[in-house]
Nanobody, 122 residues
Framework: HVQLVESGGGSVQAGGSLRLSCAASGITSNSVATGWFRQALGKEREGVAG????????NYADSVKGRFTISRDNAKNTLYLQMNSLKPEDTAMYYC????????????????WGQGTQVTVS
């Protein structure tokens, strides 16, 4: 049974930082690429960042490049998203997911999802 649990969300002022974590169980972390998505109220879920299974390759949405950093610690089966210089438009529910097949930024490419953690920037 695969389980992904996000944590680290919260409320922060614009310009602040947050670090999201995604703890995985029931799956060997270094066997799958993973990604972070977000969904704001009334909007579609969008890809924020993706990382290969070995952590050597990363991808970012243009809207977060230079501000967000995705990383992973396979020894801990944990995925991270460091978010700096946060903006009000970053407000959303953030989800981690394991990649299955397809483009990294498409939600349909991912198989397992966490329940999400809320990020609010004011």
């Amino acid at each position: 049974h695969v389980q992904l649990v996000e944590s680290g969300g919260g409320s922060v002022q614009a310009g602040g930082s947050l670090r999201l974590s995604c703890a995985a169980s029931g799956i060997t972390s270094n066997s799958v690429a993973t990604g972070w998505f977000r969904q704001a109220l009334g909007k579609e879920r969008e890809g924020v960042a993706g990382i290969s299974s070995d952590g050597r390759s990363t991808n970012y949405a243009d809207s977060v490049k230079g501000r967000f950093t995705i990383s992973r610690d396979n020894a801990k089966n944990t995925l991270y998203l460091q978010m700096n210089s946060l903006k009000p438009e970053d407000t959303a529910m953030y989800y981690c997911a394991t990649w299955w097949n397809g483009r990294w930024y498409e939600a349909s490419s991912y198989k397992y999802w966490g329940q999400g953690t809320q990020v609010t920037v004011s």
